[in-house]
Structure formats: structure tokens, C-alpha cells
């Protein structure tokens, strides 16, 4: 029963590597979102999806690109990562309902 | 004024105790809200939703007051192991049907 997996759970980058984080859902949802949190701000949305093929921006897009070829995965791309990136990120898959269900999160330092 | 408003606590209260959280919000026409739990460093997870008649969940309820725009959660005989932050989702109309979470209203219990 895994759900939404995100990989990886920690990562340092130094400013201006790129990287991708990977998050797949096992429950056949088509809603998908990544979102940041940080301390006093909330989750706070990147970008979402409501089905394959299909991506927008959230409240706070800029630096961030998103993909979603199938159903199941959602991967997240720092085009050039900077210290404001540092975050715990979030990857959620949600029912018709507005049930959300989250991935476990990465923890990014980028210095 | 934020969308989505929590009083970010911490709430300090012994075992046993009854505690109250608040969330209010702004032009939500939603049918159902949600509470999540955080846990230190890890990631939200649904702990009840909220609905016009409100929700009873053995020592957790939880109530929404449309006229006044705030949803509640009550705790009844606190545990331990109720320490966490509490999240309020308010799901708002849109071509998303965009959810809105809180920053949290954390809460600690002890003996």
C-alpha cells in the first residue's frame, strides 16, 4: 500500500544545480500537486496537474518546472536552484473529494 | 487578509485536558472543509472533514460556522500523543478547485 512516493528525502545542492524530484502515486488520481512548506507560511502551491498531459502553475511557480507524462508520475525540476529554494517539498495526489494524500517530503538545503 | 487564517499557537495543555483550535476564512462557498496532522518533520495527513452539520470523530470534533467564515476542531482528554500542528484546508471554487491550507496551529500536551 505505498501510495505517493517521493524521492529523494534529503538533498544539498549548491546555487545553480539543477535536479529533479521524483514522486509517483500508486491510487490512479488524477489531481497531483507540489507544494513547499516553510516555517509560518504554510504549504504553499508550486504547480498541479488534473490528468496526464496536463500541468499549471500554483501561487508560486518561478524556478520550477513539472512534467506529467502518465498518470502515476509527477516529477518536480529546480532549473537552477538558489538558496530561497531551501524547503521541504511535498507531493500530493488528491481524490474527486479534496482528500489529499502526501509523500513523506524532501528536505533541500541549497547553499 | 489571508484566505485561510490559524492562531499558530502552541497551545500547552496537560493530559486530559479539552482544547479548541479556530481557522478562519475568506469567500469559501466549499461544502466541506478538512483537518490535517502534522508531525514533526513529517508530512500532513487527514485527520477528519468538516462538514455543514459538523463531524464527530471519538474525542475530535470538529464544526463549521458559515455565517462567522470559521471552522473549529475540539479535543477532548488530550493525550501525549495528540501533540502535533493542525492544519485547516478550505477548498476554494476555481477551475481547480483550489485548496487553501492554513500555517497550523501547533499543539503540546504534557503529563
Known amino acids: 500500500n505505498a501510495g505517493v512516493t517521493q524521492t529523494p528525502k534529503f538533498q544539498v545542492l549548491k546555487t545553480g544545480q539543477s535536479m529533479t524530484l521524483q514522486c509517483a502515486q500508486d491510487?490512479?488520481?488524477?489531481?497531483m500537486s507540489w507544494y513547499r512548506q516553510d516555517p509560518g507560511m504554510g504549504l504553499r502551491l508550486i504547480h498541479y496537474?488534473?490528468?496526464?498531459?496536463?500541468?499549471d502553475q500554483g501561487e508560486v511557480p518561478n524556478g520550477y518546472n513539472v512534467s506529467r507524462s502518465t498518470t502515476e508520475d509527477f516529477p518536480l525540476r529546480l532549473l537552477s536552484a538558489a538558496p530561497s529554494q531551501t524547503s521541504v517539498y511535498f507531493c500530493?495526489?488528491?481524490?474527486?473529494?479534496?482528500?489529499?494524500?502526501f509523500g513523506a517530503g524532501t528536505r533541500l538545503s541549497v547553499l | 487578509r489571508k484566505e485561510v487564517e490559524q492562531d499558530p499557537g502552541p497551545f500547552n495543555v496537560p493530559e486530559g485536558a479539552t482544547v479548541a483550535f479556530n481557522c478562519t476564512y475568506s469567500n469559501s462557498a466549499s461544502q466541506s472543509f478538512f483537518w490535517y496532522r502534522q508531525d514533526c518533520r513529517k508530512e500532513p495527513k487527514l485527520l477528519m472533514s468538516?462538514?455543514?452539520s459538523g463531524n464527530e470523530d471519538g474525542r475530535f470534533t470538529a464544526q463549521l460556522n458559515r455565517a462567522s467564515q470559521y471552522i473549529s476542531l475540539l479535543i477532548r482528554d488530550s493525550k501525549l500523543s495528540d501533540s502535533a500542528t493542525y492544519l485547516c484546508v478550505v477548498p476554494f471554487s476555481g477551475g481547480y478547485n483550489k485548496l487553501i491550507f492554513g500555517a497550523g496551529t501547533r499543539l503540546a500536551v504534557h503529563p
Open positions: 468538516v462538514y455543514s
Open positions: 496537474s488534473v490528468g496526464a498531459g496536463i500541468t
Open positions: 500530493a495526489s488528491r481524490t474527486g473529494e479534496n482528500i489529499q494524500y
Open positions: 491510487m490512479n488520481h488524477e489531481y
